[in-house]
């Protein structure tokens, strides 16, 4: 059930009607099953990993509050367990080819096993929200979850499990333990947020990934100006495609009364620098690098040099945390490079006042993002190298393609930048329920049609769900 296929805004209709229906006692349990039902219908054999992992982590956690002699025992377990799975899943291919790639060369007869499983979806998530929270129960930032229904819920909450937001324990388990009455406040809020992230995925996201999909599985046929213009172009088609799945899934956890965590600022059309980037961009995934990666690793130290080393840190493990390959490790060790260089030289967005440094400053940021989303989006070395080769040495006409695909996105595009920069800090939803209510539903009216007339109905999956 894609989030914008039909048959999942049924399988949503159902859901809110039993948990609306059914007295406060039993939602929990509502959720819980509709959360299954969605993970199970998505890939079947997989849930009985997640179902493994949220028993597991939910009796470890009991034991570390409980047992505090041996919690370090305990948390080695945990994170033995959650490591270990998600590497064998993600990870060994990668470790056994290189190793066997190694071995050859010293003409060495051994060979490593690899298989042939399919990532299971949200694995990389919810592996990461089970940590933080043994990791949050451990060093007793938060009391060990009692509830088996809650805990459950927080690892498996249907809107989140594929593609995050990664939320926070503490502010789930509360959230699962609060009434949510019918609310015609959440009811709107959530609608605003789903029809602005269809709009994102199907009006920008999948009109430029064909786009970009074209230029790229041929870029030799392609000039130099085509190849400048597919690169600028794809940090916008990954950023509208995760924030629009971001969007709808908030959007639909509003629908029940929760409050998932924003996980994008507009980005783009407001960074000042590649460190204030971050700050807007997968913000659930940065910030759980930084509240458990990065200050555990600084401890006491305050010295420049072990902020370097923490920044390379976090981002490394962030590029890897995207894929088993060499190409997102580079695409990580860039962002590090920008982030250590602009800490270097004591670069702050908020010193540029003036307004053509600022909106530079904004033009070089995006161009060093595009150039570091190569290594993002190309499979290989090889590919990245023809398309430095293609780009230096192809003059030739620009490729348009299909024209009606080109229109839209750039119609798309034209209305999301408009949007977004007077956002700044707000969400979508936060800015249009401010309006009068003539300019909210024309606004509504306007995005419905756009969607119905040039929206893709028949999209692609959304990238990060390979992730």
């Known amino acids: 059930m894609q989030f914008t296929s039909l048959e999942f805004f049924i399988f949503l209709a159902v859901v809110l009607f039993l948990y609306y229906v059914v007295p406060q006692k039993y939602r929990n349990y509502v959720i819980l099953f509709a959360s299954y039902y969605f993970y199970f219908s998505l890939k079947a054999e997989y849930i009985v990993i997640l179902i493994a992992s949220t028993l597991l982590n939910y009796i470890l956690g009991r034991l570390i509050e409980k047992d505090i002699v041996h919690k370090r025992l305990y948390l080695s377990i945990s994170l033995i367990f959650n490591i270990?799975?998600?590497f064998f899943f993600k990870y060994l291919n990668f470790f056994s080819g290189q190793l066997n790639l190694l071995f050859s060369k010293f003409s060495l007869n051994i060979n490593l096993p690899t298989h042939s499983?399919?990532?299971?979806?949200?694995?990389?998530?919810?592996?990461?929200?089970a940590i933080g929270y043994i990791l949050d129960v451990y060093w007793g930032d938060i009391p060990a979850q009692k509830n088996y229904i809650i805990f459950s819920n927080y690892l498996a909450f249907f809107p989140q499990i594929m593609s995050g937001p990664i939320g926070r324990a503490k502010s789930l388990f509360k959230q699962f333990n609060e009434k949510h009455p019918f609310l015609y406040v959440n009811m709107s809020n959530g609608l605003?947020?789903?029809?602005?992230?269809?709009?994102?995925?199907?009006?920008?996201?999948d009109p430029i990934g064909d786009y970009v999909n074209a230029v790229y599985n041929n870029i030799p046929m392609h000039s130099s100006l085509t190849l400048i213009?597919?690169?600028?172009?794809?940090?916008?088609?990954?950023y509208t495609d995760f924030s629009g799945y971001t969007?709808?899934?908030?959007?639909?956890?509003?629908?029940?009364?929760?409050?998932?965590?924003?996980?994008?600022?507009?980005?783009?059309?407001?960074?000042?620098?590649?460190t204030e980037f971050w700050h807007r961009y997968h913000i659930s995934l940065t910030s759980w690098l930084r509240e458990y990666i990065f200050y555990p690793f600084m401890g006491t130290h305050t010295e420049k040099k072990r902020i370097y080393e923490g920044i390379l840190l976090i981002f490394l493990i962030s590029g890897f945390w995207h894929g088993a390959s060499w190409m997102f490790i580079i695409w990580g060790l860039f962002?590090?490079?920008?982030?250590?260089?602009?800490?270097a030289l004591k670069i702050n967005a908020k010193k540029f006042i003036k307004f053509p440094q600022k909106q530079l400053h904004k033009i070089i940021t995006y161009l060093l993002l595009s150039f570091s989303f190569l290594f993002f989006r190309l499979p290989n070395m090889d590919s990245f190298n023809l398309f430095i080769k293609t780009l230096f040495g192809k003059p030739g006409p620009f490729y348009i393609g299909n024209l009606g695909t080109l229109c839209t996105f750039i119609l798309g595009l034209m209305i999301?930048?408009?949007?977004?920069?007077?956002l700044n800090k707000k969400q979508f939803d936060e800015w249009i329920g401010d309006k009068k209510p003539g300019f909210r539903y024309a606004i509504y009216l306007s995005i419905s049609l756009i969607i119905i007339l040039f929206g893709s109905i028949n999209g692609s999956s959304f990238i990060y769900f390979q992730f």
Request: charge should be positive; hydrophobic fraction near 55%; aromatic fraction near 14%.
């Open 247 to 274: 969007d709808i899934a908030r959007g639909v956890a509003k629908l029940l009364g929760f409050n998932l965590m924003v996980n994008f600022r507009a980005p783009y059309v407001h960074s000042t620098s590649v």
């Open 229 to 238: 213009f597919t690169a600028l172009l794809y940090p916008f088609q990954l």
């Open 84 to 86: 270990g799975i998600l």
């Open 192 to 205: 605003r947020l789903i029809l602005w992230g269809l709009f994102k995925k199907m009006v920008i996201a």
């Open 117 to 129: 499983l399919i990532l299971p979806i949200g694995i990389s998530y919810y592996t990461l929200m």
């Open 416 to 422: 999301l930048i408009s949007i977004e920069l007077l």
């Open 335 to 343: 962002q590090a490079f920008y982030l250590i260089s602009e800490e």
